[in-house]
């Protein structure tokens, strides 16, 4: 069966630190993969998606994340973290309209 | 301008009632989505309505029943309501017919406690 897989359901990062938050993909068509990320008490908003254009999309507010075919991944990732990116972050296969489980970004002073 | 906006934001009920959760967009999209968030946070999609019709319905019980009246408008109905429907209820909307290849707009959510 498809499904995204998020490593980490708490990740903690100093500010200025580098974050990384893991996503797997298992599936045999070709994906159209997002990253949304959801604040407190709000809904998801899409910080970036793989369409197969390029393998390294970039998002708002640098995030950026890398499609691995070979390593069926889809990694997102910020140079410096900052105070106000402690949110819950969802990788999600499009297809299925599969997410994954979350991971909450803790970001520490 | 809200672009996808849900009513109530709070649902308080007792078992057994019968409620409504209303949604509408002012994008302009054709397709609309629910979507039940539990409390760990896992998000499960349930119907998708592309142009008032009915495109998924992802083995949702037969007590909850959605509404399109137009494409602008996806209403969710529940009946008999029960504890494991206390959840977040999330509604979406998209540009294209559901491929899921398009970007997803979320509204606030609409946070249901069955008691």
């Known amino acids: 069966a498809q499904s995204v897989t998020q490593l980490g359901s708490h990740v903690s990062v100093s500010e200025g630190a580098l974050v990384l938050l893991r996503c797997n993909y298992s599936s045999s068509v070709p994906p159209y993969l997002f990253w949304y990320v959801q604040y407190p008490n709000q809904g998801l908003q899409l910080l970036l998606k793989?369409?197969?254009?390029?393998?390294l999309v970039k998002g708002i507010n640098g995030f950026e994340a890398e499609f691995k075919k070979s390593e069926t991944s889809f990694h997102l990732t910020k140079p410096s973290a900052h105070m106000s990116d402690a949110a819950e972050y969802f990788c999600?296969?499009?297809?299925?309209?599969?997410f994954g489980t979350g991971t909450r970004l803790k970001v520490l002073a | 301008d809200t672009a996808v906006s849900q009513t109530p934001k709070y649902l308080v009920t007792q078992m057994g009632n019968d409620k409504s959760i209303k949604c509408e967009q002012n994008l302009g999209h054709d397709t609309m989505y629910w979507y039940k968030q539990d409390s760990k946070k896992f998000l499960k999609i349930m119907f998708s309505?592309?142009?008032?019709?009915?495109?998924i319905n992802e083995t949702v019980p037969n007590r909850f029943s959605p509404k399109s009246p137009d494409k602008a408008h996806l209403n969710l109905h529940i009946n008999s309501l029960e504890l494991g429907d206390s959840a977040v209820y999330f509604c979406a909307s998209s540009q294209e017919p559901s491929v899921g290849t398009d970007t997803q707009y979320f509204g606030p959510g609409t946070r249901l406690t069955v008691l």
């Open positions: 309505y592309n142009n008032k019709e009915l495109i």
């Open positions: 793989y369409t197969s254009a390029a393998t």
């Open positions: 999600a296969w499009g297809y299925k309209y599969i």
